[in-house]
T-cell receptor
Framework: NAGVTQTPKFQVLKTGQSMTLQCAQD?????MSWYRQDPGMGLRLIHY???????DQGEVPNGYNVSRSTTEDFPLRLLSAAPSQTSVYFC??????????FGPGTRLTVT | GDSVTQMEGPVTLSEEAFLTINCTYT??????LFWYVQYPGEGLQLLLK?????DKGSNKGFEATYRKETTSFHLEKGSVQVSDSAVYFC????????????????FGAGTQVVVTP
């Protein structure tokens, strides 16, 4: 039981490049979400999904896309990276009403 | 909208000192309240939670009581250890609890705690 896994751990991008942050969970959780963590701002919700095929926007969705084709996977896509997207990204999953489990994070730097 | 305010850090303590981290919230109704801990280089882990007024959450020597009259959920530990050095986040989950609302945690800014030997 690996819990929530994220890849890569670290990534450096140039402005304008695109990439996908991977997230997977093996707990059969229906709920998955992406947060970004910035100094002094806590974690802010980017996108979330309540099940395969269902996604919605959180507090800061601009510049990010998501899809959920399976229960296990919830990738986050940066279409055209900007320096403002330099952050630490966390994926989380849960069953409704239960504890959220967080992945170890991806540290992204956009130059 | 919903929001969480917690005291700024860093908070620096000596081992065996008493720790308090203040957390207040603004929300409609009675949300569920959480404390998460983030150890260096790791993701967040749930430390404790309370789902209704006057509930006390506790874990690993930490406690927090859901106070609806003061809209607060302060975290306390009577005797901290060096291993408690981490960033602590207060968070709420809005009500009503639905499939859509449950995971939309609203986090405070986080409080870094440094415990020295």
């Amino acid at each position: 039981n690996a819990g929530v896994t994220q890849t890569p751990k670290f990534q450096v991008l140039k402005t304008g490049q695109s990439m996908t942050l991977q997230c997977a969970q093996d707990m059969n959780h229906e709920y998955m979400s992406w947060y970004r963590q910035d100094p002094g701002m806590g974690l802010r919700l980017i996108h979330y999904s309540v099940g395969a095929g269902i996604t919605d926007q959180g507090e800061v969705p601009n510049g990010y896309n998501v899809s959920r084709s399976t229960t296990e996977d919830f990738p986050l896509r940066l279409l055209s990276a900007a320096p403002s997207q330099t952050s630490v990204y966390f994926c989380a999953s849960s069953a409704v009403g239960n504890e959220q489990y967080f992945g170890p994070g991806t540290r992204l730097t956009v130059t | 909208g919903d929001s969480v305010t917690q005291m700024e850090g860093p908070v620096t303590l000596s081992e065996e000192a008493f720790l308090t981290i203040n957390c207040t919230y603004t929300a409609t109704g009675y949300p569920s309240l959480f404390w998460y801990v983030q150890y260096p280089g790791e993701g967040l882990q749930l430390l404790l939670k309370a789902t209704k007024a006057d509930d006390k959450g506790s874990n690993k020597g930490f406690e927090a009581t859901y106070r609806k009259e003061t809209t607060s959920f302060h975290l306390e530990k009577g005797s901290v250890q060096v291993s408690d050095s981490a960033v602590y986040f207060c968070a709420l989950s809005p009500v009503p609890v639905t499939t859509d609302s449950w995971g939309k945690l609203q986090f405070g800014a986080g409080t870094q705690v440094v415990v020295t030997p």
